[in-house]
């Protein structure tokens, strides 16, 4: 079974589960991460997708996938933080959201829950940023099994 | 811009970088998480993607994110871990490999670098996952924006 072509891609398969809507309306005016100043946004959760948030409570620390539809995919190395006088590194050793696969991470507390809609942050994503995935952050504590 | 097509689907982008080669073979037998037992496997790069590499180390913390190729993606809710006990929970609220867009999400520490192979751990991914990406684990020391 293989959800990839035959060129690797694939298959027109990730479908946004929500999206994000924010006051941060660009790249340049975002901070680069969300404990660096951002705001709280929404997320709002697509109607077919409202069942996956069953247990989701207020309070609860989410990782939020993002997919950074604005980004460059054809980038491999980056000066971090776009500042030239860091030395050059990977994108996968920098949390750029330009990088072969757009996603983006963003752990965040649930503010309020308003019928579809999450109030969630901070979160340096932008308005309109499609959200492919929610997770629980898990606590690990050394010998514990007892998360989700 | 949108990457996405009208059904909302991606359109045929998502692309791996990567792939775990790992002596856990079935999802049966894999544990539910990296630090519940699980080994450390190879994530071996693609050739295309080894420049994005620079400056990964070992030692280094990473998210390995993955895409579960062997998941359903029609389940919204699930009996957490699979105990028919544990009270039904909407997919956000758990780490379940099934949800509609199947993204592992796992820290690792980075254990050797061969050249286009990393040794990570501990991480329950199949033999035969894709990578999609790979991103610091940053520490959130308030007030610090040095991060990469």
């Keep these: 079974m293989s959800d990839f072509g ?17 006051d941060l309306k660009d790249r340049k005016g975002a901070p680069r991460q969300g404990r660096e100043g951002a705001p709280d946004a929404w997320l709002d959760v ?28 054809d980038v491999l190395q980056v000066h971090p933080r776009g500042v030239a006088s860091n030395p050059i590194a990977g994108v996968f050793a920098t949390r750029s959201p330009d990088r072969p696969n757009p996603l983006g991470l963003h752990p965040v507390i649930v503010r309020a829950i308003e019928g579809k809609r999450l109030r969630i942050g901070p979160i340096e994503a932008i308005d309109g940023t499609p959200v492919v995935d929610i997770k629980p952050v898990l606590i690990c504590v050394p010998g514990q099994t007892g998360e989700p």
Tied chains: 1, 2.
Aim: no cysteine; glycine share 14%; net charge neutral.
């Design 46 to 73: 697509h109607p077919w997708a409202m069942d996956g948030l069953l247990g989701v409570r207020p309070g609860d620390e989410l990782f939020v996938i993002t997919w950074f539809h604005t980004a460059r995919r």
């Design 6 to 22: 035959d060129d690797g891609a694939v298959d027109g398969r990730l479908r946004p589960i929500g999206v994000i809507r924010s």
